[in-house]
């Protein structure tokens, strides 16, 4: 959110799409996930398609937002790599929910924020960069709605996909906030679409399709494949058996 107002909508957009391929890059280097060419084709899809509506969005809107910055860019860049590690480590410590439900998780991070981040308002009301008011009551209801319904409960609902299928899965489902937005604006506010807005929704959903199909193949033909380029890599292939539906549990 910081880089919004230092760089363009944009820039931040794409950015932040590269989160897929943290997560990527992460299992693969820190929790020896095997290497999937379709995962891999399904993250640069997604990214195109990612992409492709940022910049179709600054071609049709106003020039009077904020401009290219590289402080924005770098943060921008910084929160995605952050996310990636987030939900890579979620992934790997979180093994069964039976032992640490989500909301217990989610609920004790409520509670060290609340604990610890309250001082912080303080010196920004006293610094000036924020001012510290109460809001009022219409505002309050709006607050506490989006707290709930567009933080905790989609938090809970993605920190449980994130279980039930994989990091790289449960990451590339959040993109598929393009189409339903492109969706929204053609049949809420008869907003006229582009070739490059939809093309991209398309890319994007595409992506989201490949990696799971990525999953559905694996014990066939695909995965042989993919034991033959590790081959090639590491030496002679070896039949391990199935993974698990997780792509970082062991």
Same mark, same amino acid.
């Given at each position: 959110? =910081?880089? !919004?107002?230092? &760089?363009? @909508?944009? *820039?931040?957009?794409?950015? $932040? %799409?590269? /989160?897929?391929?943290?997560?990527? +890059?992460?299992?693969?280097?820190?929790?020896?996930?095997?290497?999937?060419?379709?995962?891999?084709?399904?993250?640069?899809?997604?990214?195109?398609?990612?992409?492709?509506?940022?910049?179709?969005?600054?071609?049709?809107?106003?020039?009077?937002?904020?401009?290219?910055?590289?402080?924005?860019?770098?943060?921008?860049?910084?929160?995605?790599?952050?996310?990636?590690?987030?939900?890579?480590?979620?992934?790997?410590?979180?093994?069964?929910?039976?032992?640490?439900?989500?909301?217990?998780?989610?609920?004790?991070?409520?509670?060290?924020?609340?604990?610890?981040?309250?001082?912080?308002? =303080?010196? !920004?009301?006293? &610094?000036? @960069?924020? *001012?510290?008011?109460?809001? $009022? %009551?219409? /505002?309050?209801?709006?607050?506490? +709605?989006?707290?709930?319904?567009?933080?905790?409960?989609?938090?809970?609902?993605?920190?449980?996909?994130?279980?039930?299928?994989?990091?790289?899965?449960?990451?590339?489902?959040?993109?598929?906030?393009?189409?339903?937005?492109?969706?929204?604006?053609?049949?809420?506010?008869?907003?006229?679409?582009?070739?490059?807005?939809?093309?991209?929704?398309?890319?994007?959903?595409?992506?989201?399709?490949?990696?799971?199909?990525?999953?559905?193949?694996?014990?066939?033909?695909?995965?042989?494949?993919?034991?033959?380029?590790?081959?090639?890599?590491?030496?002679?292939?070896?039949?391990?058996? =199935?993974?698990?539906?997780?792509?970082?549990?062991?």
């Amino acid at each position: 959110n =910081l880089s !919004l107002s230092l &760089t363009s @909508v944009a *820039s931040n957009t794409i950015l $932040s %799409s590269t /989160s897929s391929m943290f997560v990527f +890059l992460i299992g693969l280097a820190c929790f020896k996930q095997r290497f999937d060419p379709l995962k891999l084709l399904a993250v640069l899809i997604t990214f195109a398609g990612a992409t492709a509506v940022a910049l179709d969005d600054t071609d049709t809107s106003p020039k009077d937002g904020p401009g290219h910055s590289f402080y924005g860019d770098a943060l921008a860049l910084l929160g995605a790599a952050l996310y990636g590690a987030y939900t890579s480590l979620l992934s790997a410590c979180i093994v069964d929910e039976q032992t640490f439900p989500m909301p217990m998780l989610f609920g004790f991070v409520g509670v060290i924020v609340l604990l610890t981040m309250w001082p912080l308002l =303080l010196v !920004l009301d006293w &610094t000036g @960069v924020e *001012s510290l008011e109460l809001p $009022s %009551s219409k /505002s309050l209801v709006y607050l506490l +709605l989006n707290s709930w319904i567009g933080t905790n409960l989609s938090d809970v609902l993605w920190a449980q996909s994130v279980l039930l299928t994989s990091p790289l899965i449960a990451t590339l489902g959040l993109s598929l906030t393009i189409p339903l937005a492109m969706l929204s604006d053609c049949f809420l506010q008869s907003s006229r679409l582009t070739w490059n807005y939809v093309c991209g929704a398309l890319l994007v959903v595409l992506g989201f399709v490949l990696v799971n199909t990525a999953e559905l193949l694996r014990g066939g033909c695909w995965a042989r494949l993919c034991r033959a380029c590790r081959g090639l890599q590491q030496g002679p292939l070896s039949d391990s058996p =199935l993974e698990s539906t997780s792509d970082l549990r062991p």
